[in-house]
């Protein structure tokens, strides 16, 4: 039996051997693991990488750190001559289009407003000089051959378009004159003579008067007013209404009261609407394409001339109108108008 280790010394406590220590737990026995460092275990990029191994690419953590603006842009072909020129003409042809955009807004809106005004000051200064002078017809038909340019006389009104269509007449027409309103052809018959009494005017932009003028139909009133007297016009038939006028169009209300025919020679190939050459000036001739016949036998008309069509001046649209009805304003009441400018 084997021994016993001697107990010390009497009267102590016996001394026991050292006991081999036990782990207070299972996870003792796991050894710690420090943190990474900063720069990886061994010096490298937030990697395992060493920087002293010379198959590491220190290259390829720099790059992944990049941000997404930082990147290189990819290389671009330089343009070809063809894609240059593609570019160039495609520029081009949009600062055309603006230019053209910008053109038709001061033509449509812009030339309106300025015409307006010009057409506004010389309606007032016709007022002007009716209000403060008082002349017989034949005193008026004199001042009219010494008028200057641009300056009005006459008023202009077309029933069918509605009460407010009114223009100022003036004389001449330069662009100078239409722009103010519609002007009178010189050389050619003052209203309620016998000859062609002619008068240009805008179709689009500078008030525009004769805008609409393609609207009229034979028999329509066109009414020119002046210091002393109304006078009425009414628009000749169609070349399509001429045969069998009697039978068919002429037996209307409006024409037949006012007895609006074909004229017939020498005026047969003046018609109420045409379309024609602008160098066809022959169409306010007194006898438009004809020989005039003699002194006091020619008809009073009226031929109103503008660009067609609409925003060009390739050719011009033309109506013609006879004189229907002349009333001096000294047998109207103060006031009083033509019953005719009441007509729709």
């Known amino acids: 039996m084997p021994s016993r280790p001697p107990l ?4 102590r406590p016996p001394v026991l051997p050292p006991r081999a220590r036990v782990p207070e737990s299972p996870t003792e026995v796991i050894p710690r693991i420090e943190d990474e460092p900063e720069h990886g275990l061994y010096g490298g990029h937030g990697e395992y990488g060493d920087e002293d191994d010379p198959y590491y690419d220190h290259d390829y953590d720099h790059d992944e750190e990049l941000d997404a603006d930082e990147q290189p842009a990819p290389d671009v072909p330089a343009d070809g001559p063809v894609r240059k020129t593609v570019r160039t003409v495609g520029e081009l042809f949009i600062t055309a289009g603006l230019v053209m955009l910008l053109f038709v807004i001061y033509e449509v809106y812009v030339t309106d407003w300025i015409s307006a005004g ?3 000051d010389a309606a007032a200064e016709l007022n002007k000089e009716w209000g403060s002078n008082t002349v017989g017809g034949d005193q008026q038909r004199s001042a009219h051959y010494s008028l200057a340019d641009g300056q009005g006389f006459a008023k202009l009104y077309i029933p069918t378009f509605g009460p407010d269509y009114k223009f100022t ?11 103010i309103g519609p002007g009178h052809y010189k050389g050619t018959a003052l209203p309620g003579q016998q000859g062609n009494f002619a008068v240009a005017g805008h179709r689009v932009g500078k008030g525009a008067p004769f805008n609409d003028l393609d609207l009229l139909n034979s028999c329509d009133a066109i009414v ?8 009425v016009y009414r628009m000749l038939p169609k070349q ?19 007895k609006v025919q074909p004229l017939g020679a020498p ?5 109420g609407q045409e379309i024609v050459l602008p160098t066809q000036g022959a169409v306010i001739a007194p006898v438009p394409y004809g020989q005039p ?3 006091g036998q020619q008809a009073a008309l009226l031929t109103l001339t503008t660009c067609h069509p609409q925003f060009s001046a390739k050719e011009r649209l033309i109506v013609h109108a006879v004189l229907s009805r002349q009333i001096p304003k000294a047998q109207l009441k103060a006031g009083e108008t033509p019953q005719e400018l009441k007509e729709r």
């Open 293 to 295: 016949p003699s002194a």
């Open 240 to 258: 399509d209404e001429i045969a069998g006028w009697a039978e068919g169009k002429g037996k209307a209300a409006k024409c037949a009261t006012n």
């Open 224 to 231: 020119i007013e002046t210091q002393t007297d109304w006078f």
């Open 8 to 11: 010390g010394p009497p009267g």
């Open 267 to 271: 005026y047969d190939k003046t018609v």
């Open 118 to 120: 010009k057409q506004a």
């Open 169 to 179: 007449i003036v004389e001449g027409t330069t662009d100078a004159d239409l722009e």
